[in-house]
């Protein structure tokens, strides 16, 4: 797996993917990028980077604050809905905007007992990946600060990993 994120005045969608492309070597089976724009956008693919790079194209994506992903599946099959970025969309919302876009690299060892939490409390899940559960955790946590709901997220995490988060907000 790799992360690539980027924080520009221009549109960092070009950028995300040539880090992607700079990934390739290592292999994947997913890859995608999510951007802020007037909120939250996001292309993902099972094919190769260019095709994703075909797909930001065509559906006009770009913004000057983005994180991008290749996946080697852990949790759920190589498809598009176990993709990432994972979007949050807030509790019983996933067909409001989404607020929390975020990719992982590693494993959540507790990922089971978390989405069953956040289940209870609304949470709808598309995926059957651990990354999503973190998506939906810190958007739970989510108070006005990005930074203090990873924290807090992060102290609930048991596992080896590294992530990336954008929020709409911020």
Same mark, same amino acid.
């Given at each position: 797996? /790799?992360?690539?994120?980027?924080?520009?005045?221009?549109?960092?969608?070009?950028? =995300?993917?040539?880090?992607?492309?700079?990934?390739?070597?290592?292999?994947?089976?997913?890859?995608?990028?999510?951007?802020?724009?007037?909120?939250?956008?996001?292309?993902?693919?099972?094919?190769?980077?260019?095709?994703? =790079?075909?797909?930001? #194209?065509?559906?006009?994506?770009?913004?000057?604050? /983005?994180?991008?992903?290749?996946?080697?599946?852990?949790?759920?099959?190589?498809? %598009?809905?176990?993709?990432?970025?994972?979007?949050?969309?807030?509790? &019983?919302?996933?067909?409001?905007?989404?607020?929390? #876009?975020? %990719?992982?690299? /590693?494993?959540?060892?507790?990922?089971?007992?978390?989405?069953?939490?956040?289940?209870?409390? #609304?949470?709808?899940?598309?995926?059957?990946?651990?990354?999503?559960?973190?998506?939906?955790?810190?958007?739970?946590?989510?108070? #006005?600060?990005?930074?203090?709901?990873?924290?807090?997220? %992060?102290?609930?995490?048991? /596992?080896?990993?590294?992530?990336?988060?954008?929020?709409?907000? &911020?």
């Amino acid at each position: 797996c /790799g992360i690539v994120g980027a924080v520009s005045t221009r549109n960092i969608v070009p950028i =995300l993917v040539q880090g992607l492309q700079r990934l390739e070597y290592r292999g994947y089976d997913s890859c995608g990028v999510a951007v802020w724009r007037d909120g939250l956008q996001r292309a993902r693919s099972t094919s190769r980077v260019a095709e994703l =790079l075909e797909q930001v #194209g065509k559906d006009a994506i770009e913004g000057g604050t /983005g994180i991008a992903h290749t996946r080697w599946a852990t949790h759920g099959a190589p498809a %598009v809905h176990n993709a990432h970025p994972h979007f949050s969309h807030g509790s &019983e919302a996933a067909t409001r905007p989404a607020r929390v #876009g975020m %990719v992982h690299n /590693g494993i959540i060892e507790n990922h089971d007992d978390l989405r069953a939490a956040l289940r209870a409390r #609304g949470y709808v899940f598309t995926s059957q990946t651990d990354t999503e559960v973190i998506a939906h955790l810190i958007d739970s946590l989510y108070d #006005g600060d990005l930074f203090a709901a990873v924290q807090a997220a %992060v102290a609930q995490l048991h /596992g080896a990993y590294a992530i990336a988060v954008v929020h709409r907000d &911020e």
